[in-house]
């Protein structure tokens, strides 16, 4: 195993610079490289293989965070990863939080051609279009593998799933289901159609009631749902390419939900409507 190398005390490290700059996309674009911060998202990095390479290359961490998660720093040094012993310095010039937790990784890019996902025959996908704030698409992200979805699309119009700020609200979730990026929405839409799954678009002024779905029993199918900007929703094209469009019910005085958590709501809703037909097995059994 690579052995831990000596303290780096200087930002102005190499090593360090090459980090660093991986926090703008143009960077991260070109050298296919992201960072991961804090013991959750490094964790899963370090126990996570695409096409036969560990994610994890690199990690930099305090003295204090490497006694403190030795399980962390033991898993990133079996699956190969160079170990940095930094000093705070070096992790606050890295990080891009404002209270880093010592652990910073440097990881390999791992999104999935959309051809490989629509070949795995999905039967639960969100599609996030036109979705630009990062910490909502991670949140999404997130929402889609708790709800234990195979599958998550960028369309070309979304964030940069790399965002710094996307990786940290996904918590970890970056790790668990295959992602594919830079898709068009016509493309995303007609692929899952081609392989059997059923298009909702998730819009406020959806004809169609969430609640009045799940009670006609029509949510037990292969289900891909589309999410829109945050700030307005769908455009009419975008709904237009749907097989239907689904609004959730306001049961309150709330004006609205905010993206994440129609999303949440959207996909557990399927979920939920899936293993109650036997078509899906609740992640949670054995």
Request: charged fraction near 25%; proline fraction near 5%; charge should be negative.
């Amino acid at each position: 195993m690579p052995p831990v190398s000596p303290e780096l005390i200087s930002p102005r490290s190499a090593r360090v610079s090459a980090a660093r700059r991986l926090a703008k996309r143009n960077f991260r674009g070109k050298d296919r490289l992201f960072l991961a911060e804090g013991p959750q998202a490094v964790r899963e990095a370090a126990g996570h293989r695409a096409g036969g390479e560990a994610t994890l290359v690199e990690l930099f961490a305090t003295v204090e965070a490497a006694e403190r998660y030795a399980d962390i720093i033991g898993a990133a040094r079996s699956a190969g990863a160079r170990v940095h012993l930094a000093s705070e310095e070096v992790i606050a010039d890295i990080s891009t939080t404002v209270t880093p937790q010592g652990l910073v990784g440097v990881c390999r890019f791992l999104d999935t051609p959309f051809e490989d996902i629509l070949a795995a025959r999905p039967r639960l996908v969100a599609v996030l279009a036109h979705v630009r704030d990062p910490g909502n698409a991670g949140t999404v992200l997130r929402c889609a593998d708790a709800a234990g979805a195979e599958a998550v699309i960028l369309t070309d119009a979304s964030v940069d799933l790399y965002n710094p700020k996307a990786v940290r609200a996904s918590v970890g979730s970056h790790f668990h289901l295959p992602v594919a990026v830079g898709v068009p929405v016509e493309r995303a839409v007609a692929g899952l159609q081609a392989a059997g799954v059923r298009i909702l678009a998730a819009d406020g002024a959806g004809d169609r009631d969430l609640d009045e779905e799940l009670d006609k029993g029509t949510m037990g199918g292969p289900t891909a749902w589309v999410f829109g900007n945050e700030a307005w929703g769908l455009p009419e094209e975008t709904r237009a390419l749907a097989d239907a469009v689904v609004r959730v019910p306001i049961h309150g005085k709330a004006e609205s939900l905010n993206l994440a958590t129609a999303a949440a709501v959207c996909l557990y809703a399927s979920a939920r409507a899936q293993r109650a037909s036997g078509g899906c097995r609740s992640v949670t059994e054995s």
